[in-house]
């Protein structure tokens, strides 16, 4: 252990006065340091105010990480009606990946370009929270989208205490001040918006604009899928997305048996499968070394596009996350593996209960093996129905369109296109 370490060892864990002293003075001045630095941020906001509000709407997904979801889905219509808009997407480091040629591309990491563009666009689209320093002028629009639908896992406030983030909830709260609309697919999302956000203003169940693919012909994404990951075109395809951890989390959650879940589809399906492992976009990929990486399965998180995996794929299989529910959609098989579902029901909350799930559920590998053998299809096709309508599923197939449509219509109108789609909204 090097001096430097020994020395922050000290002050953070030792008895004495002096290090509690010192560790205390270390916590205030960066303290002060940040509230100083965000108050700058806010204050180059306002300067930017100076330039005209330009056709322009900013965007970003999982603060940057991805090209990808909801606002994607909104961009690639705004690309194809080619009105004169320019589309900016906010780019994370050191994140990579490409954009289309007509998308300018910021660094979310440049506090004077961020300031600029989000100060002159007349739209704002996220899927997530906002920047805590972004504030928004007259004359501007911010739509939320949000990202998961009728996810299992419960979200900031409705999180048990102790897993409740206070810096979370601030960003929360600055984004419910900011939107001006909320796009659900469900009126389980309305609820959460209410709920665990507390968004109090008006709610578009417009559907979710990354869901109209998934209900269009999967024909061109089974084939490129194929494709780029280099699979045969009559492979068959497992793509496994368990949802975020925390730092707290014990064990290994994604001990999932690779070998064993192949064996059992193809006792099932028949057919040769591959087993895809799409992972969270904020999710680490600690823990993965275990899984026997070869030709039948692979790591495809840095894959572009997680809606073309549900499309191209044969059967899905997750934990808590939302993504299972677009796969349901599409009346695919769908497997819940949940080795740590009391533990995480009890740190997180959960807004369902396995058993009210339409999915199988395995708390073993050799549970998920037997229900992978067991499936029927029938039995899967009556419990999802049922859900959808206890949860007030909403997909039309058209909220990239109107959500788009919207924007034109508010960039070339101002806030009147607004106003006319209120009285369609939930309040």
Not at 260 to 269: C, S, T, W
Not at 306 to 324: K, M, P
Request: neutral net charge; aromatic residues 14%; hydrophobic residues 40%.
């Amino acid at each position: 252990m090097g001096l430097m370490q020994k020395i922050k060892n000290w002050i953070k864990y030792s008895d004495s006065i002096l290090a509690k002293f010192l560790y205390e003075s270390i916590k205030l001045f960066f303290r002060s340091l940040t509230w100083i630095v965000f108050h700058l941020k806010v204050l180059l906001f306002y300067v930017f105010w100076i330039f005209p509000l330009q056709d322009k709407v900013v965007g970003s997904n999982f603060s940057g990480k991805r090209y990808g979801d909801n606002t994607k889905a909104i961009y690639e219509y705004l690309r194809s009606k080619d009105d004169g808009i320019q589309l900016v997407w906010v780019v994370r480091r050191p994140y990579q990946y490409s954009l289309p040629p007509e998308i300018k591309r910021i660094d979310r990491d440049n506090v004077f370009s961020v300031a600029y563009h989000y100060a002159t666009a007349k739209v704002w689209v996220d899927t997530h929270v906002i920047l805590p320093w972004i504030q928004k002028r007259k004359g501007q629009m911010f739509i939320e989208t949000w990202h998961g639908g009728l996810g299992i896992k419960k979200i900031f406030n409705n999180r048990n205490d102790a897993a409740k983030i206070p810096y979370e909830l601030f960003e929360v709260d600055h984004m419910n001040r900011l939107a001006d609309l909320f796009v659900s697919n469900s009126d389980h999302i309305s609820r959460v918006y209410r709920n665990a956000i507390g968004y109090t203003g008006p709610i578009w169940r417009c559907g979710y604009p990354k869901n109209d693919r998934l209900l269009g012909d999967p024909t061109d994404a089974r084939e490129r899928v194929r494709r780029d990951l280099g699979l045969p075109r009559d492979a068959r395809i497992l793509v496994y997305a368990p949802t975020f951890r925390g730092p707290e989390t014990t064990g290994d959650p994604y001990d999932v048996a690779a070998a064993e879940v192949l064996r059992a589809l193809r006792d099932r399906f028949g057919g040769q499968w591959y087993f895809l492992i799409r992972l969270h976009p904020i999710a680490k990929r600690d823990g993965l070394g275990a899984f026997p990486w070869g030709d039948t399965v692979r790591d495809v998180t840095d894959y572009p596009d997680f809606q073309e995996l549900v499309l191209g794929c044969d059967a899905f299989l997750s934990d808590y996350s939302s993504g299972i529910f677009d796969a349901a959609l599409l009346q695919k098989p769908c497997f819940v593996y949940a080795k740590d579902f009391e533990d995480y029901k009890n740190r997180n909350g959960v807004y369902y209960e396995l058993e009210e799930l339409p999915f199988s559920c395995a708390f073993t590998n050799e549970g998920l093996a037997e229900n992978i053998r067991r499936y029927d299809r029938e039995q899967f096709l009556q419990k999802w129905s049922a859900f959808a309508e206890r949860t007030g599923l909403h997909e039309t197939g058209r909220a990239s369109e109107e959500v788009g449509e919207l924007i034109v219509r508010f960039i070339h109108e101002g806030p009147r296109a607004l106003e006319d789609i209120k009285h369609a909204c939930e309040w």
